[in-house]
């Protein structure tokens, strides 16, 4: 390790990777857009461009300050090899992990998911060519292997497998979460159409993609299909549609009360998470009752979208679930004291 590679140095590199994605040209784009939907056919050019945004807007300088600035010592007497075991359900959704090992001053061994190489492989090779220093740093390997920690996401299938293998090491393993929006009745049309985005965007592939609604009356549902009209580009995806048609078929075959819009399915249910093209909801009468439910559900549960009226703590406004900064950690577990405590 180079002990002259600082924390300054290391979050330059980062600003300028931001700078290279703010500048990448339209045939850059076009090529390394095809690589990646030919490994993942839900990776469109719309969820692609917005995935490299959100990592631009996450590289900003002053954002990497504040993040920053919440930790006393970023650089390690002892550098760690961390293993990153990183999940392929939305475009380049392990950066954050990459991002905060390589700030940390720890090494990030990276097994990729064979559905989301392309983009993760193009961001290393751009980071290495703005700072070489990088390059003994980030190791891609097929196998982690004895590593001084893990971090994990996945399944909660694939949540289990982590734990057995790497249980004995430091780690930090997600599992399956989602996210909900609570309407309290007295949203505005362009709330509803906001909250389209955390429905839609990534086609609600993601855990924080809004996949139930809490409603005070089914007349609220009416209102919200309403104003996801413009969200209808959904249906000409034909692996969004297929689910689509295919959960539809079962509601109709089964005589299961729903609503429909012609692209997404509304149907009443106690569970959380709901199939592609399906979003569940649930009507309830008391928010103190509704808090203390969500309360319960608390480890199942990403992101709360809502009003400020609502009494959550950390409740999103409508449409910023997927406009995450650096602070706003996966489950809510501090990735940069987790790596920080290594070093103890």
Same mark, same amino acid.
């Given at each position: 390790?180079? !002990? ?20 990448l040209? /339209?045939?850059e784009?076009f ?17 692609m ?8 807007v ?15 010592s970023l650089d390690p007497? !002892? ?7 990183? !999940?392929?359900?939305i ?6 992990d ?19 190489a ?55 393993i ?9 309407l ?6 362009a709330?509803?159409?906001? %909250? ?16 139930? =609604?809490? =409603? ?17 580009w ?5 692996k969004?549609?297929?689910?689509? /048609? ?18 997404? %399915?509304?149907?009443?249910?106690s569970? %959380? ?12 009468? /008391? ?10 559900l608390?480890s199942?549960?990403?992101c709360? =979208? ?5 009494? %959550?703590?950390? =409740? ?8 995450p ?20």
């Amino acid at each position: 390790m180079n !002990s002259d590679f600082t924390l300054s140095d290391r979050i330059s590199a980062f600003v300028q990777l931001g700078i290279r994605i703010s500048n990448l040209l /339209e045939d850059e784009k076009f090529s390394l857009f095809r690589q990646a939907e030919n490994q993942n056919a839900w990776f469109t050019q719309r969820s692609m461009e917005q995935a490299l945004e959100g990592i631009r807007v996450m590289l900003d300088p002053q954002a990497l300050e504040r993040w920053l600035a919440a930790y006393t010592s970023l650089d390690p007497t !002892s550098p760690k090899q961390i293993g990153l075991m990183l !999940s392929g359900n939305i475009p380049a959704v392990g950066f954050h992990d990459l991002l905060s090992v390589l700030i940390s001053g720890h090494t990030a061994c990276i097994k990729l998911s064979s559905q989301d190489a392309a983009l993760p492989l193009w961001l290393i090779q751009e980071l290495k060519r703005i700072e070489p220093r990088f390059s003994d740093r980030i190791q891609v390997e097929d196998m982690l292997k004895n590593k001084h920690a893990y971090i994990a996401t996945g399944s909660d299938n694939s949540a289990r497998y982590f734990n057995y293998y790497f249980g004995k090491y430091p780690h930090l393993i997600r599992s399956n979460r989602t996210s909900i929006a609570i309407l309290q009745g007295d949203e505005s049309t362009a709330d509803l159409q906001a %909250l389209g985005k955390d429905i839609f965007d990534y086609f609600g592939l993601g855990c924080r993609n809004v996949s139930k =609604v809490f =409603v005070k009356n089914q007349g609220q549902l009416t209102d919200l299909l309403d104003a996801l009209e413009s969200f209808s580009w959904v249906g000409n995806h034909h692996k969004y549609f297929n689910n689509y /048609e295919y959960n539809k078929s079962i509601y109709l075959v089964n005589r299961t009360p729903h609503l429909d819009n012609g692209f997404l %399915l509304l149907k009443e249910s106690s569970d %959380l998470v709901s199939p592609i093209g399906v979003l569940f909801y649930e009507i309830y009468s /008391e928010e103190q009752e509704l808090n203390m439910k969500l309360k319960d559900l608390d480890s199942k549960i990403q992101c709360v =979208v809502g009003t400020t009226a609502i009494d %959550l703590p950390g =409740v999103i406004p409508f449409g910023q679930t997927q406009c995450p900064q650096p602070w706003d950690y996966a489950d809510g577990v501090d990735t940069l004291q987790f790596l920080g405590a290594l070093d103890e």
